[in-house]
């Protein structure tokens, strides 16, 4: 059974720039929640979704949106790419409320 | 923003000894969740307290919980050098629409041989 997985594994964008970062959940699950980690911090939550609609959603500006497909995997866009955006991202997925189980992140550069 | 606060922020100590890291947060919470990180990987989920529960057993792993002081602790018994990671401690907030996790700043622990 293939946990949570994510791609790209890194990525190298400059300041402007649009990305797209892509998460499918582990077998079974339907709530898939995406959390932004810099260097030496916790991770932050951005948003949640649950039946391909955000359920939550963090502080963070609308730059970053997303999205959730029938088959319960996940997309991160960050437009307007700032160097601050530089970091780890993780998604988590669970089943309803249940524990997040979290994936090994997509490390984001920002030039 | 950060609610926890975990304490010490790094930890060194000598293989088979026992490690404790301390969390504290703010609100009131539904659960507060332990995880592992390894060098900048994804996290490992360790334990989940809930709010009605003082105390938890996994393994090498003691958490307790006092809602009063809104404070948690997680005990690592007999360290091995694979204990060596960051640790976070994350809460759900009680009350909330769903359950995104809200986490400290960790607490980097380092196990020497």
Redesign the interface.
């Known amino acids: 059974d293939a946990g ?1 997985t994510q791609s790209p594994t890194h990525l190298i964008k400059t300041r402007g720039q649009q990305v797209t970062l892509r998460c499918s959940p582990k077998s079974g699950h339907d709530t898939v ?1 995406w ?1 932004q ?1 810099a ?7 951005i ?2 979704y ?1 039946e391909e609609e955000e ?2 959603r ?2 963070f500006p609308d730059r970053f949106s997303g999205h959730q497909f029938p088959n319960y995997s996940s997309e991160l866009n960050v437009n307007a790419l700032l160097l601050g955006d530089s970091a ?1 991202y ?1 998604c ?1 997925s ?1 089943f309803v ?1 249940d ?7 997509t ?1 984001l550069t920002v030039l | 923003s950060q609610q926890g606060e975990e304490d010490p922020q790094a930890l060194s100590i000598q293989e088979g000894e026992n490690a404790t890291m301390n969390c504290s947060y703010k609100t009131s919470i539904n659960n507060l969740q332990w995880y592992r990180q390894n060098s900048g990987r994804g996290l490992v989920h360790l334990i989940l307290i809930r709010s009605n529960e003082r105390e938890k057993h996994s393994g090498r792993l003691r958490v307790t919980l006092d809602t009063s002081k809104k404070s948690s602790s997680l005990l690592i018994t007999a360290s091995r050098a694979a204990d060596t990671a960051s640790y976070f401690c994350a809460t759900v907030r009680r009350g909330g629409g769903a359950d995104g996790l809200t986490f400290g700043k960790g607490t980097h622990l380092i196990i020497q041989p």
């Open positions: 949570v929640s959390y980690q260097l030496g911090q916790g991770p932050q939550f948003f949640q649950y359920r939550q963090g502080n780890l993780l988590a669970s409320r524990t997040q189980y979290f994936g090994p992140g490390r």
